[in-house]
């Protein structure tokens, strides 16, 4: 009966293998130190935290490129108001005020007491409705003019000072045109009344015999 020789082992080789079991079983129970737990949830924090700054940037940006209802309502507003005013001020220069009914009757009374006592046709024609005339004429020339003015503004203002950042509403410049032209036809309206170009003052007649 043939007998094989156990295998022999050799005792440095099993105390090297105890030693290495020994060192791999530490470092896998070894608890984790504190900086390697703050740099671990350092890192986490660092990417918990980007997508909220990214997405709070894309907010950011996209309020600014968003136009301000707000602004866009308020933006020419004074001009527009300035422009209505305008022609506001064209209808009442060709319709007549209350201000220039005032001044006339003002005038008329002032004639009357000039001719109560005394007095040639003509002079009371010039004194009681002459004066009246013009006066109501050079009150609808000063509306005409305030009128060509306030629209003339209007129009050129954009050229001056910081330039706008939109440029003025079509419908400003529409109604500032209408008001110039209201004004430009109340002043010649005007003159033409103050220099009796469409009506003259009338005349007294010779008497008879005279």
Known sequence: MNTTPSKTTNPDETAAAEDAAAKDTETKDAPVTSSEAGDSATVSDDLSTQPEDEAAD????????????????????????????????????????????????????IGQIKTSGGGSAAQQISEIYGDAWHTTALVNGVFA??????????????????????????????????????????????????????????????????
């Open 58 to 109: 894309d907010g950011i940006a996209d309020e600014d490129l968003e136009p301000d209802p707000f602004e866009a309502a308020r933006h020419g507003v004074g001009a527009g108001a300035a422009a209505v005013v305008s022609a506001a001020l064209g209808v009442v220069a060709l319709t007549g005020a209350w201000t220039g009914r005032v001044a006339a009757e003002r005038e008329t009374l």
């Open 145 to 210: 003019l305030l009128a060509l003015l306030v629209g003339v503004v209007v129009l050129v203002r954009p050229a001056f000072g910081a330039p706008a950042d939109r440029p003025q509403p079509a419908w400003v410049r529409a109604v500032a045109l209408a008001g110039v032209a209201l004004g430009v036809l109340g002043v010649l309206i005007s003159a033409g009344m103050y220099l009796d170009l469409f009506v003259s003052l009338p005349s007294a007649g010779t008497p008879a015999g005279g």
